[in-house]
């Protein structure tokens, strides 16, 4: 480490030592695409050259063309490297003080889910032929909640028809060049899903002469998130529901249970959060439902004693 690196070169390195291999292949991407960014936009500055000026205008530049939240991430991940430029006395100050984060308009998202009808009118125009597709897949994730990466992942000996369970232990890393089998997102992601009866026997049927331990919804070829969102994206506009993402389904399905008076820790066992408060800071706007729902109950109880 000294003054003369570039910031590129330097970044490369301390991620290399501090990140490779301590966090999870899908989050070291995110470092390797911040490095590849920083080659762009700054790709001769030398690190002694960092100043609070100059690491302002880095982050403008980006926000040119990004929104608000991106432009966050990307400032989180040079910080740690900064902050360690600052503790060895490469750098004197501190140039990321008082960094003011800007970024492009917010786009338009997606509805984050449907309600129940919504779901079942999807539900009701999937093509669920006799071979495994990706309308197979959004009934799956519809009805169990997986997250993309995780409904990937999965094997045929991955289910237990005879206890209607589904074990998730993995998942499909289909964002690497070579794409291959992953980690769970954390220890609380390994997890046995309950599968309804009739979804266990469509799946008993559908894996029959699949290989036991190749994923199911792969099948040798390159995988895209934007594929199946696509796919989904279509089906809702010509069913005239509103248009959500292959996560949008993960929220749905939460969703609904919650609605069902599911409780919170069971939802938040089934989805694979590590802790309920991950759960109820998602779905807050739907458990205060829940509870004005419950106090009208409340005060209806009391007024019939």
Not at 106 to 129: A, N, V
Not at 272 to 301: A, C, F
Request: some cysteine; proline content about 3%; charged content about 25%.
């Amino acid at each position: 480490m000294n003054k003369n690196q570039t910031l590129p070169a330097y970044f490369h390195e301390w991620m290399e030592m501090y990140k490779k291999g301590a966090v999870r292949p899908v989050t070291y991407q995110k470092y390797e695409l911040a490095y590849r960014t920083l080659k762009e936009l700054v790709p001769k500055l030398r690190l002694g050259s960092l100043s609070r000026i100059r690491y302002q205008q880095l982050l403008n530049e980006y926000a040119q063309t990004h929104e608000k939240q991106t432009v966050m991430d990307f400032h989180h991940l040079l910080k740690g490297a900064v902050l360690d430029a600052v503790d060895e006395g490469v750098l004197k100050k501190d140039p990321t003080r008082k960094v003011v984060v800007k970024g492009t308009q917010t786009r338009k998202h997606k509805p984050k889910f449907l309600d129940q009808s919504e779901l079942k009118t999807l539900i009701e125009h999937l093509d669920l032929g006799n071979d495994i597709n990706w309308d197979w897949m959004i009934l799956l994730i519809a009805k169990t909640g997986l997250r993309f990466a995780e409904a990937l992942g999965l094997t045929p000996q991955d289910f237990d028809f005879s206890k209607q369970t589904l074990s998730v232990s993995k998942t499909w890393n289909y964002k690497a060049e070579e794409s291959c089998f992953g980690p769970t997102k954390n220890e609380s992601s390994v997890r046995k899903v309950r599968l309804d009866w009739q979804l266990a026997m469509q799946f008993n049927q559908l894996v029959q002469n699949i290989d036991p331990k190749q994923p199911i919804f792969v099948q040798g070829k390159k995988v895209y998130n934007a594929t199946v969102n696509d796919r989904l994206e279509r089906l809702c506009k010509e069913n005239n529901i509103p248009a959500i993402s292959v996560h949008g389904l993960r929220h749905t399905h939460a969703s609904l249970l919650l609605y069902a008076g599911v409780s919170v820790a069971s939802v938040a066992k089934r989805l694979g959060h590590s802790n309920m408060t991950t759960t109820q800071s998602t779905y807050l706007h739907i458990i205060r439902e829940l509870e004005n729902k419950d106090n009208d109950k409340v005060i209806q109880v009391m007024c019939e004693l």
